[in-house]
T-cell receptor, first 112, second 116 residues
C-alpha cells in the first residue's frame, strides 16, 4: 500500500526552464514533507521540507508547494540546471515519530 | 563534518550465505535508521533506533534479519540466510531527535547487495 506516490517516473526539461515534480499522498495524518535528491551510487540528500502549517517554502531555486485539501505537493526548480539531473524522492511523516514514507522517485534530466 | 559511513559499498554473495552491513552515523545523531531500497522504488524503513533502543522494527523480517546498535553509536544489520529477493541497496541514515532538525535525515551511500 503506497501512501506516497510519484506518478511520473521521469521528466526532461531544458536548461533554464522550470522543472515541476509532483507527489501525492493518501494519509491525511501526514503533516511533514521532505524532498530528497539522489545521484547514482550515492545516498539521498535532503533538499527542502515543508510542514502542514504552510503552503509554500522556498530555498533559492527550489520551492515546495503543499495543497492539503488535494493531498498534493510539488517541487519547483527554476531555473533548472544540468547539475539538477538526479532522482527526486518526496517523503511524508505523520509526526508519530520519525518514520517517513517515501515515494518511488522521479528521474529528472536537465538538457543543456 | 563526516557524513554517515557505510561499509561495504558492494557485496556479492551466494544465496543461503550470511551477510552483514555496518553503519557509523554522524557524530551526535542519536537516531539511526536502516532502509531497504529496491530498484525503481523509494527507501523503505526496516528499523529505527533511538540511541541503543530499537523503537520501530515492525518492517524488519525477523526470521532472517537482525540488527544491533549496542553502544548507541554504530550499528550492524545482518541477514542470515540471504535469499535472492534480498538483492537491493541497504541505506543507513541518522538524525538528531528532539530538535528543530529532527526530521532531516542524513543518508549514507548505501550497500548494494547482490545475492546469486
Amino acid at each position: 500500500d503506497q501512501q506516497v506516490k510519484q506518478n511520473s517516473p521521469s521528466l526532461s526539461v531544458q536548461e533554464g526552464r522550470i522543472s515541476i515534480l509532483n507527489c501525492d499522498y493518501t494519509n491525511s495524518m501526514f503533516d511533514y514533507f521532505l524532498w530528497y535528491k539522489k545521484y547514482p551510487a550515492e545516498g539521498p540528500t535532503f533538499l527542502i521540507s515543508i510542514s502542514s502549517i504552510k503552503d509554500k517554502n522556498e530555498d533559492g531555486r527550489f520551492t515546495v508547494f503543499l495543497n492539503k485539501s488535494a493531498k498534493h505537493l510539488s517541487l519547483h526548480i527554476v531555473p533548472s540546471q544540468p547539475g539538477d539531473s538526479a532522482v527526486y524522492f518526496c517523503a511524508a511523516s505523520a509526526n508519530t515519530g520519525n518514520q517517513f514514507y517515501f515515494g518511488t522517485g522521479t528521474s529528472l534530466t536537465v538538457i543543456p | 563534518e563526516a557524513g554517515v559511513v557505510q561499509s561495504p559499498r558492494y557485496k556479492i554473495i551466494e544465496k543461503k550465505q550470511p551477510v552483514a552491513f555496518w553503519c557509523n552515523p554522524i557524530s551526535g545523531h542519536n537516531t539511526l535508521y536502516w532502509y531497504l531500497q529496491n530498484l525503481g522504488q523509494g527507501p523503505e524503513l526496516l528499523i529505527r533506533y533511538e540511541n541503543e533502543e530499537a523503537v520501530d522494527d515492525s518492517q524488519l523480517p525477523k526470521d532472517r534479519f537482525s540488527a544491533e546498535r549496542l553502544k548507541g553509536v554504530d550499528s550492524t544489520l545482518k541477514i542470515q540466510p540471504a535469499e535472492l529477493g534480498d538483492s537491493a541497496v541497504y541505506l543507513c541514515a541518522s538524525s538528531v531527535s528532539g530538535t528543530g532538525d529532527a526530521y532531516e535525515q542524513y543518508f549514507g551511500p548505501g550497500t548494494r547487495l547482490t545475492v546469486t
